[in-house]
């Protein structure tokens, strides 16, 4: 994703003060901006071997800009991870909002899961940086477990409406359904770049909720 806003490091007027509230969203644009930079450096390179100039240089604004909005690399990690644990759960509600029984919701909740992997770079760079957390100075989000709670929640519904077959557990298969679909997307950002992904999360639920 091309990042089009031009940031400008913040600063006063000729006359010191005035319009506060085009600084202020100047200001908000710009940290959007290199916000958005920082997520497709780590999710192209990784954590460990990106700089803060080369995320000022894809933003398109000074270290000291990105200095201003974020006090370290690690700042901005958890600024990234933060903001992938917005999104994730947001596909989530969308999904709950759907007219749909919930062992359907379970599957489309699997299914855009998988295209915004495919298409998200703040949700590519996300689970790049857990993979990597143990070299990140900083107190990332626990990773997995809202993922996990929002389709225990689901196969739950299913379950009670006898449509999840007898013996199987909700928290269960939310669990193997996790660990099938984290495989997935990793494997297949490895061997092909994500171009499989959906193919891959198909097969997830076909096999595991057939
Ligand atoms: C999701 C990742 C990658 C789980 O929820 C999380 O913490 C996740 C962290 O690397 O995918 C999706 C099954």
Known sequence: MAVTVPGEQPRRSAAGRGAPDLKQERAHRTRESVLVAAAEAFAAHGFPSVTILDIAELAGVTKGAVYFHFANKEALALAVAEEFYQRLPAI??????LDLGPR????????????AFRTDRVIQAGARLQIERAFIDASLP????????ALTELLTEAHEEGRLGG??????????????????????????DRKDLQARAEEILATVLP
């Open 92 to 97: 989530a509600s969308q999904v709950r909002r």
């Open 167 to 192: 013996g199987v557990e909700p928290a269960v298969l939310s669990r193997v359904l996790v660990a099938a679909f984290f495989g997935a997307q990793h494997i297949s950002w490895v061997q092909n």
């Open 142 to 149: 626990t990773p997995y477990t809202d993922f996990a709670t």
């Open 104 to 115: 359907e919701k379970v599957a489309e909740l699997i299914l855009r899961t998988a295209t």
